[in-house]
Each structure stands twice: as structure tokens, then as C-alpha cells.
């Protein structure tokens, strides 16, 4: 590593550190040792720390927030048997979901465009940014990253970005050491740009959405420029990680993609590690799968925050499908594993029968079809699906006819398809790319 690099990192080192300890009050390296020995536990150790915390917050919750008081009738409720909250209660009763502990300058609003794109605003405490912060800092480090060390960020929340180009943003990136490709605007020029300068200072991880990721892949194998930066991992979030997303950003950057899946509600849920099992952030979350066997069956996944004290959110019901695992990791990490994550319940499709079929199975079958530049499938009743293409020259009947019964063969052939063809397939409100879309059975939380 040439010199003023080493520097740049050991000041940025040098200033997160600084920053987080005097400012913040977290001394994150004493603080992160303790997180590592309780994440790297063995399993009776973490379900004990997780039972006692779970008390501890339901006792919280009763004692000072209105909704939990009348909904819980008691300080020690059975988790199992408390109704899941839901969007439309967030949305509906959200000063009852506050804590009387807390002032209202205590609390920290935050907000999340939601999947269909409705904003949905709540609040935490700073406690609980201090611990999805220490999280976010331990699992990353599964990927590669360490404070100090050169990132490259694909990253494109609303939210996230309206600070861009403002001295605090610059600021938090020159101690963070990170270098911000917007993925809102994923300009050619802009690619072009920052490869060269990630040429001249390569990154040591990368931290994406996985459509930015995957779009900044492509370009640069259509290109023929070929990264040589050595990386130590790729961490994708905040989207649904696609096979085919990983599978090309492994080939072009030469670097493993850790998934790392959390909620801006919530917090960091669980990291993939080098084995590629999903491990859940039991420190942080209490996590259960609405399903009569979480081990066989999928079902919607119900987080309980253990740290927000501000807004307790208990059984919130995130909008996500997946299943556990019961298997033992070979990386030799007790946390449990997430074993399927099939992503948003919007995402999921329902037949007649009531078989579920992830929105994952269209992309596999419609990725790389000649004729489609770009899709979007929206189950919009049980009987009827639509289908938006934006099609090039090789477009054919043929290929019509051959991503119709695609649909059909998973939904029933008595479904209707209707294929539109458009310009253009915009972003959703949230700025993530939605190919599928099923308006069906899904329960209206979001
Ligand atoms: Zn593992």
C-alpha cells in the first residue's frame, strides 16, 4: 500500500475513533469485544441473554408505553401469544407506541419508504443506534471491512442521499474512508469515473444495494474493464440479493458477496457468513417465523427489537418470508441461520391452491431471455397477471408465448396474462427495483 494511503486509513482510524468516543460516548473498541464474545457464545449463552432481555422490554413495554399496556394485560405475557404488530398500527398509533420514558427530544425520528412506497415514520432511541451501529461494525468485519479501510459504497436511500454533496456527508465519508457511487443516477460517466479512481485507490470492501451492484457490474464486464483491487469482500443490502446479482459480481470483482439483511425499522436481522449461511443478529433481535414449522414451512418473519426503548417493536411483522435452519454452521458460529430469506411478502406469489412461489422463481426464468431489456411481473388478482416488458429488436411471439406459459406453469394455466409493452420500468418510490409484484393474499401491513 503506497504511503499516503497508510496514512489516509490511520487518520480516518484515528478519527472514527475519536468521533464515536467523544462525541457519542461509545468506546467501540472495549464495547465490540463484548459483542464479539457474545455473538461468538455458545447457543445456551445467547438464548439466556435473549430470554432475560426479552423480559426486561416486555416489562418496559407494559410499564410506559400505552399500546403495550392495554394490548399485553400483564408484565410477563407469553411471547408466542402476543399479536404481531403491523404497519397500520405503527401508522394508526404511533404516539401509544412511544414510551413515556423518553421525551420527545430523546426521540430520534426515522423513516422508511415502505415496499409499495407509502412512508411509514417511527422512532428510536440513541441506545439503540449505538447497538445496530456496534452490529453493523462486528458483521461487517465477516466481510473484510475493519475502521479505516477503503470502501466503496453503491448506496442510494432517499433518505441516506439528502445530505449528498453537504459538508457533513463529505465529512463522515473522508473519516469513513468511503467513496459514494449514487445509485440512484448510475450514469455511465459516473461508472466509468469512479473505476478509475477506485484504479488509482482501490477499495478494500464494497457496500451496495445488490441492483446498483449488479449494474455496475455489468457495465464494467460490457466494457471489458476488468477490476484489480483485491478486495476482501462485498457486503449487499437492503434488496433482495438475486443468484445471478451474486454470481456476476463475484466473477467481475473476484470477491465473495456477503448478504447482509436488515430494515431501517429494525435494524441489522442477520449476516451471511464465509460458509454462506445466513446467522441471525440474536444480540439485537429476537427473531420468529409466523408458520406452524419454521424448520419446513415458510412464513412471514416477526422481529422483536431488543434495544429500542424509545418505540418498542415486538412480533412486528417485517414483510419478509423465510424459514429456519437447524443445521450446525460449518464457519463454527452457534447464532441460528435464517436458511431461506425469500424477501418481501409483495414479492410473493399465491396460486388458487395456495402454494407460495417466490417472486425469485420469474427472475431465474425471465433473466437473460432475448428480446427483454427489462420485466416486471404484477400478480394482480388470483386469475390475472400482468406483464411489462420493455423489449429490443429480438423480440419474438415466440418469446411471448414462452414467458407467458412460464407464469402460467407456476400460477395455473387458467391464468390470464396480459403483456404490456412500455418504455421504460421506473424505480420504486424506495428507489429499489421491483420485478415482481403480487397484489394477492398478502395482509394488508404495508
Ligand atoms: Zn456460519
Not at 222 to 244: R, V, Y
Not at 289 to 295: A, E, F, G, L
Request: neutral net charge; charged residues 20%.
Amino acid at each position: 500500500m503506497p504511503i499516503h494511503r497508510s496514512v489516509k486509513t490511520l487518520i480516518s482510524k484515528a478519527g472514527w475513533h475519536a468521533y464515536n468516543t467523544y462525541r457519542k460516548g461509545v468506546h467501540y473498541h472495549f464495547k465490540l469485544s463484548r459483542v464479539a464474545v457474545l455473538l461468538e457464545a455458545p447457543r445456551e449463552t445467547i438464548e439466556a441473554y435473549q430470554a432475560e432481555r426479552l423480559e426486561e422490554l416486555l416489562r418496559h413495554a407494559y410499564q410506559t408505553t400505552p399500546y403495550y399496556r392495554e394490548l399485553l394485560k400483564t408484565e410477563t405475557p407469553n411471547i408466542a401469544e402476543i399479536p404481531p404488530l403491523e404497519k397500520k398500527h405503527i401508522r394508526e398509533q404511533l404516539d401509544a407506541l412511544c414510551s413515556t420514558a423518553f421525551t420527545e427530544a430523546q426521540r430520534i425520528e426515522n423513516a422508511t419508504g415502505g415496499s409499495t412506497g407509502t412512508p411509514l415514520t417511527f422512532y428510536q432511541d440513541r441506545n439503540y443506534w449505538n447497538q445496530r451501529n456496534l452490529s453493523v461494525y462486528y458483521f461487517d468485519r465477516w466481510a473484510g471491512w475493519n475502521f479505516g479501510q477503503p470502501q466503496l459504497v453503491i448506496w442510494g436511500a432517499p433518505v441516506d442521499l439528502e445530505n449528498d454533496g453537504h459538508w457533513k456527508h463529505r465529512l463522515g465519508n473522508f473519516w469513513r474512508n468511503q467513496q459514494w457511487l449514487n445509485g440512484f443516477h448510475l450514469t455511465d460517466t459516473a461508472m466509468l469515473e469512479i473505476f478509475e479512481q477506485m484504479e488509482e485507490a482501490p477499495p478494500q470492501t464494497i457496500l451496495a444495494y445488490p441492483s446498483s451492484l449488479y449494474q455496475f457490474a455489468t457495465f464494467l464486464s460490457e466494457n471489458g474493464l476488468i477490476p484489480q483491487w483485491n478486495l476482501k469482500g462485498i457486503i449487499a443490502s437492503a434488496e433482495m440479493l438475486h443468484p445471478h446479482y451474486r454470481a456476476l459480481a463475484e466473477i467481475v470483482f473476484k470477491a465473495k458477496v456477503y448478504n447482509r439483511y436488515g430494515g431501517r425499522e429494525v435494524g441489522l436481522i442477520g449476516m451471511e457468513c464465509a460458509e454462506g449461511r445466513m446467522h441471525i443478529n440474536c444480540r439485537d433481535i429476537y427473531l420468529e417465523i409466523d408458520s406452524p414449522d419454521p424448520y419446513s414451512e415458510p412464513g412471514e418473519i416477526l422481529i422483536t427489537q431488543l434495544n429500542n426503548y424509545a418505540m418498542p417493536f415486538i412480533r412486528y411483522r417485517i414483510g419478509d418470508i423465510g424459514m429456519l435452519s437447524d443445521e450446525v454452521c460449518p464457519c463454527g458460529n452457534s447464532l441460528p441461520i435464517l436458511a431461506e430469506l425469500l424477501g418481501r411478502t409483495t414479492a410473493t406469489f399465491r396460486t388458487r391452491m395456495g402454494t407460495l412461489i417466490h417472486g425469485g422463481y420469474f427472475t431465474r426464468q425471465f433473466y437473460g431471455v432475448k428480446g427483454v431489456n427489462q420485466f416486471q411481473i404484477i400478480q394482480e388478482t388470483l386469475k390475472h397477471c400482468v406483464l411489462k416488458v420493455v423489449v429490443n429488436r429480438q423480440w419474438t411471439e415466440a418469446t411471448r408465448r414462452s414467458l407467458v406459459q412460464c407464469i402460467q406453469k407456476a400460477l395455473g394455466e387458467e391464468v390470464v396474462v396480459t403483456v404490456k409493452f412500455v418504455e421504460d420500468i421506473p424505480l420504486a418510490a424506495s428507489g429499489k427495483r421491483e420485478y415482481t409484484i403480487s397484489k394477492v393474499g398478502t395482509p394488508a401491513t404495508d
